[in-house]
Every structure is written in C-alpha cells, then in structure tokens.
C-alpha cells in the first residue's frame, strides 16, 4: 500500500492511503466569521475509495479537518488522535474489520455507507466475532443525517453533517 498527500480536488488510485490536510490559513483574513478557530479541527478515517470518498475529503478540507482515505485498514493502522470513521466498503471482511477497530477505540463517531441490508450483515459480522452489542450499536448506519441526498457531495455534506451533530451532541434536526 502506498501513501501520499493529495489535494482535495483529486483522484484518489485504487490501493493507496492518502492524506488530506484541511487548510490553516483564512482565504477572506477581513472575514468577521473567524469563530471556527476556537473548534478543534476533526481528524477522519474513510475506508474504501470512490466519488463520496473525494467528496468527503473536499468537505473537510473546507472545514480545516484533516482526512485520511485508504482502501482498508491494516494491523500497522493507527486510529489513536482519530475522532470519526466512516466506512464505504461494501467488501464485508474490509467493512467489518474497520467498523471493529473503530469501536474499539474512543472515536466520537463510526459510520458505515449502505442500506439496511449492508448494515444488518455488518452487525452480523461483527456479532459473529463476539463484539459487544453495546459497541454495536454506536455504529451510524446508513451514515449520514437524511437530506435526501443522492448525489455523491450530497451525501458527503450529509455524514459530515451528522459527524458534526454527534460531536457536539446535538439531534442534527432543523433549526428553530
């Protein structure tokens, strides 16, 4: 497996693990909506690649989060510092391994891509491996507060929506 740093607006290749630094400097330094220094930039893990993976990395760049893509995560993987996991891999063993090393750890959030189906041989999987129920059912899936999104950046802008919902505790409904 390769590394590499990669601007947001790029492909990511198939079998590669690829870093993407959100941006620290302000693009509008006159702008008065500087309050999002005070909020601690957001650390994610996507597995599995494709159109939602590369959305996923525009989107935290914009919000200054730093994102890493791989196609899977390995024994050598450390997810320490890491706040949020979201997996897109439908390959059951790649999807189940990272939803198990996710709930393992402190992540404030561990979401998998996919329908009920997905998410049902998923939760199989990972009962089948004797993983507690209670860690379970942390899992966000299908990932993503329901937007009604479609397109692959809608659905990106939806499980970074929820990312931010679940980190400060919030039901991510509409405002009032």
Known sequence: MTSATTPAATT??????TTVAGRRSDPHPQSDHDTDE???PIRLRVVGGGEIAVALAQLASVLRWDCTICERLDDADDLRGTHALVVLSHDLEVAGTALCRGLAGPLDYVGGLGGHTTQRLR????RSRRVD???IDRIHGPAGLDIGASAPVEIALAIVAEIVAVRHGAAGGPLS
């Open 12 to 17: 990511i290749p198939a079998g590669t693990t």
């Open 38 to 40: 005070a909020v601690e």
């Open 133 to 135: 129920p209670q860690r």
């Open 123 to 126: 939760r199989d999987w990972l």
